[in-house]
């Protein structure tokens, strides 16, 4: 009976939009708060959550939830953790809750009051709503003293979330596989990179560049060269919204994904895209089946620990023909404190002792750690004293902030959703009719026409 | 104390009925009028799906709707669906009659064509992905039998994708069509069959002149749960391909709009227009087949 179909279709639409309802019970109490914390936001309510030292940290207690998206190490390595956390803070009692579709789920709860004491600010919340839903951690001119990429998620000068791990993005690639392939130097200029490719295809079994299209958020990772591509950190949130023409030939947009679509063009991706395995794709990197993927650096310690050899996995800037090559540095989630969290002391002790003392940042989370002066990871020591910089992204301008996104949602371009890179790749193989420069047209006409409106909204 | 008793009879009739009434229609209205009634409401909004403030728009969410063809676009996918719809509800009636008469192992069989009715939609979806990778099941299949020329990469080729989808439909939702046809058939009297035998009738003629007519009605049910099943197609495609590829359908759309666009208002809108396409489709069906009796 297809008739189900329909049912499961607009059930899922009316069951999600029954569970949002239920936040308009919720608005007056969110309100409250907002207006609470807006009025708190110069004075006393900011340091009221400021984590003690010394003796005082005897004196915290209760019991906290924490809510993390790692379901992998959950049971291990945070049970460790929080053992280790009792040390310093022996009357807290830390709970874990680990979620495995995060951004989906949490979304969900927060529209609710009960979704943790410590969390994950979600990405898709958009930015001016966080003190809604957030404890404020401090002032950003406080903090900035201590952390790194506050900026992505601080509202009116003040921070509501740390990063737990800063990502650097570019390539992942086998080493041994480049060795075979004959490349001795690692390939800085598109021509190189595209040259690279083309020796492991014909000298290696390896698939020379591996797309992941199937799963696709993997595709989405690309958006994050875009960076180094511009090979200037104030283009991605200065230079782009400032601009009408985001895809035309030339513009960082068009000479990024151009990379893909050659690549897809030439058959230097894998067989049949439609089908890849986001879970195996891992191990044939690691184990020399697959030459390069484009991710960022969380997913090398996953790799590694499944290659037989780990220094077989190295690490390279996306190539760019900008005269300098940098490499973007970007929160991973960041770490919050809920709202309506029972015992907010308690959840900010954890909140500082997770970044600062945990190790994760640079262990489990495979980044560099916000806390400033940490040493580099392993893996990024190589770079030192090269030519290859390592930045973080320009903010916005002053009342601009959030603009990329609004445009972003505005056109449906999807910067940082697969739709329009699957596009691309269907396109280079032939799946589609549209040429590459048809795509970037499309894409910077609805580009030109969402900026317009909110360029004159704001 | 009150005692149940005391009422009249005509009162604890009353009384029982609204008590037992009373938990489906509580359950009714919270999870299905509820949410509608919202959704009709937000699609009247430019919600983000989260943020405090909903703002009216009016009519606009719908102008958009209809003015941007690539919206509708969308609605091709739905004839592939729509095809093997009979393709579907053919087979279901070929076996609900086949097994319907004496055959051997007749339960098994039965329990066979069902049980893909029982399995989750999503489990479904990974059996078939793994059916139709270019090493998976199907090729493998099609090597055995010597056809290795007929291997091909089902979701990769364009012209295939969709056949292929909806061939995963057809093979999850046959068995619910044919049970359906099955008990419908079984409420046909034996003397029936009895009567015709003695005239002469074979199985063709039986299931021509009997069974037909006899389920003329079921038929049409079932075409216009179909119609609109194929109208609203969601899952399958969602979990294999996710609407990529030239397989999305409207529904796919809607979602990426309500969830990775944040645009909850306009997705609302869809979700209306394709509620009311539902219904327009089940009107018009129901007034041409009453005239064609």
């Known amino acids: ?458 | 104390m009150p005692k149940l008793s005391n009422l009249s009879y005509k009162n604890q009739r009353i009384l029982i009925i609204f008590l037992f009434s009373l938990v489906p229609v509580v359950l009714l209205l919270t999870f299905s009028y509820l949410p509608v009634f919202k959704m009709f409401q937000y699609s009247f909004t430019s919600w983000n799906g989260l943020s405090k403030n909903m703002e009216y728009i009016g009519f606009d969410n719908y102008k958009t709707i209809f003015t941007k063809p690539e919206y509708f676009a969308v609605f091709k996918v739905s004839l592939y669906y729509f095809f093997a719809t009979f393709v579907q509800m053919g087979l279901a009636l070929y076996f609900a009659t086949i097994l319907s008469f004496n055959v051997r192992l007749k339960n098994w069989f039965k329990g066979i064509l069902f049980f893909p009715t029982l399995l989750n939609g999503v489990a479904i979806g990974f059996i078939f992905l793994f059916f139709f990778k270019p090493e998976g099941t199907l090729n493998t299949i099609l090597d055995l039998l010597g056809l290795t020329s007929l291997q091909q990469k089902w979701l990769l080729n364009p012209q295939l994708i969709n056949v292929s989808l909806a061939f995963a439909s057809v093979w999850r939702y046959m068995g619910m069509n044919f049970i359906i046809f099955l008990g419908a058939i079984s409420s046909i009297g034996s003397d029936i069959y009895e009567a015709s035998e003695i005239d002469g009738a074979n199985r063709w003629h039986q299931f021509r002149h009997i069974i037909i007519p006899s389920i003329k009605r079921i038929l049409q049910l079932n075409l216009i749960l179909a119609v609109s099943g194929a109208i609203g197609v969601f899952e399958i495609p969602y979990v294999m391909t996710g609407g990529s590829n030239g397989s999305g359908t409207f529904v796919i759309q809607t979602v990426d709009v309500a969830f990775k666009y944040s645009k909850l208002g306009l997705a609302s809108a869809m979700a209306v227009v394709l509620l009311g396409i539902v219904i327009l489709v089940t009107i018009l069906q129901r007034i041409l087949i009453k005239e064609e009796k």
């Open chain 1, 1 to 458: 009976m297809k008739k189900t179909k329909a049912v499961t279709g607009l059930a899922t639409l009316t069951l999600m939009a029954g569970l949002f309802s239920g936040c308009s019970s919720n608005n007056n109490n969110a309100t409250n708060a907002a207006a609470t914390n807006a009025g708190g936001n110069t004075g006393t309510a900011v340091e009221a959550t400021a984590a003690p030292e010394g003796d005082a940290a005897k004196d915290i207690k209760g019991d906290i939830t924490v809510i993390t998206q790692r379901t992998d190490i959950v049971d291990t390595v945070f049970k460790d953790y929080a053992a280790k956390f009792n040390e310093k803070y022996p009357n807290v009692k830390v709970n874990f809750e680990a979620l495995s579709n995060y951004e989906d789920q949490i979304k969900i709860r927060m529209s609710t009051s009960d979704y943790g004491d410590v969390l994950l600010l979600p990405t898709s919340v958009a930015i001016k709503d966080l003190p809604d839903f957030f404890e404020p951690l401090g002032k950003k001119s406080d903090l900035e003293q201590q952390y790194t990429g506050l900026e992505e998620r601080t509202v009116d000068g003040i921070s509501y979330g740390i990063p737990i791990t800063v990502n650097f993005s570019g390539v992942i690639y086998n080493k041994q596989v480049f060795k075979d392939a004959g490349v001795t130097e690692v390939p800085r200029t598109f021509d190189q990179f595209s040259a690279a490719l083309k020796s492991i295809k014909e000298k290696t079994d390896a698939v020379p560049l591996y797309t992941n299209y199937a799963a696709g958020w993997t595709l989405t990772q690309w958006e994050a060269d875009l960076a180094t591509v511009a090979g200037d950190r104030e283009y991605v949130n200065i230079g782009q919204v400032a601009s009408d023409d985001n895809f035309v030939p030339g513009q960082p947009h068009y000479e990024l994904y151009k990379v893909m679509y050659d690549a897809a063009k030439e058959g230097l991706i894998e067989e049949d895209p439609t089908t890849t395995d986001w879970e195996s794709s891992k191990a044939d990197l690691a184990n020399g089946k697959i030459g390069t993927m484009i991710l960022g650096s969380w997913a090398i310690g996953q790799i590694k620990g499944l290659a037989a050899n780990p220094d077989d996995v190295g690490f390279m800037p996306f190539p760019t023909n900008a005269d300098k090559i940098l490499v973007p540095l970007s929160d991973d989630y960041n770490l919050g404190v809920s709202i309506h969290s029972k015992n907010k002391e308690a959840a900010r002790a954890w909140v500082d002792w997770f970044i600062n003392e945990s190790g994760y940042p640079t262990t489990e989370g495979g980044g560099m750690s916000p806390v400033k002066g940490a040493e580099l990871p392993e893996i990024l020591k190589q770079f030192e004293g090269t030519d290859i910089t390592f930045d973080t992204l320009a903010p916005a301008k002053a009342g601009e902030e959030g603009w990329v996104d609004a445009i972003d949602k505005e056109a449906e371009i999807g910067l940082w959703q697969p739709d329009f890179k699957k596009v691309i790749i269907e396109a280079a193989i032939g799946n589609r009719k549209q040429s590459y420069d048809d795509i970037m047209k499309e894409l910077n006409d609805k580009w030109k026409a969402a900026r317009a409106k909110i360029v004159t909204a704001k």
